[in-house]
């Protein structure tokens, strides 16, 4: 087999025992023989791991998640220090070098830090170090975070231009319903279209546990993230992290989602996922049509309403009329200036401005359809 890159997402209900607050050292130290096997084999691994917040209040005696930010923030600075130290007994005992990475949601808002990232993680790993990534929980602004660490490993791997993410959780699979009630409930192995996900009515009710913040609904959302980036997804258990290779080797654990067959480019998935929408428009249906089924650029005609203050080359949210985003997107223009012209064709805004214009609102290579 050709070497991998394959991230790895542990959530904190997995990492520690649930009753106590105190690490599951059997789980962990599972899951690094399993990595380290996988780099043995000549893969790249990565490994997303929660815990910073759980392992913090552990340390401190706090019996329960913290409400405040403030409270929060401390506690992951005690608990990240004290997960990377376990990681790096484990991992140190087999000879495998790790670093931490810490990431902010704004640390992938401008293109060259975005990128600057994404060198960064190519060097760690052609030194055959395992990164562990984390959310910056001690410094990251509430408006600015990933939230969950599903988004986060989502993120990375489309940034890394991962071939797989697992996300290990504490189910084997999805079921159809919910296996502990319903006898009925069938396993589902493969999903090549999320959309059908919805449609076949999945109960992904779980909205995680008291310590972490994920659930099926974001596990399914990181899962699209990946998908679009031909990132072959698979949620499985955490208790048996050997699953990862068995998955490699093509055995059909776990629930996996099939990978877009022609992924979107770099600079898309940056527009996509790493910039922050300053503002949005509201499109009439016409201009909808256009851009999501004709593949056309956005124009000032075809604008009814602007929200919120921005400048030219930001990001907005390209939304119907009912305010469903439909794409994303930067503006050439910003947002007094929109004001001003929308609803108008283009021929008309040298005169409405004052001054040639660009043909465009939003062109077509700064779009994407979400
Ligand atoms: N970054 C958080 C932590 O380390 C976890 C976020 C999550 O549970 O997804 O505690």
Redesign the pocket.
Known sequence: MKPQTIVVKI??SSLTNPQTGYLALSTIAALVEALCGLRRQGHDVVLV??????IGCARLGIKERPRTIAMKQAV?AV??GR?MRVYDDFFTSLNQPIAQVLITRSDLVQRSRYVNAYRTFRQLLKLGVVPIV??N?TLAVEELKFG???T?SAQVASLVEADWLFLLTDVDRLYSADPRYDPTAQPINLVDDIDKLTALNVDVGDR?TS????GMVTKIAAARIATVAGVRTVITEGRSPQNIEKALMGEPIGTQFAPEVEPQNARKRWIAHGLLPAGKLYLDSGAVAAIRDAGKSLLAAGIKEVEGEFQSRDAVQICDQHGNEIARGIVNYNSTELQQIRGHHSEAIPQILGYEGEATVVHRDNLVLV
């Not at 791991?49 to 759980?54: D, R, Y």
């Not at 310590?211 to 994920?214: K, L, R």
């Open positions: 959530g904190t791991s929660s815990g910073a917040v759980g992951a608990g990240q997960l984390n959310e929980d969950d660490n599903d986060l995680g310590w972490g913040t994920g």
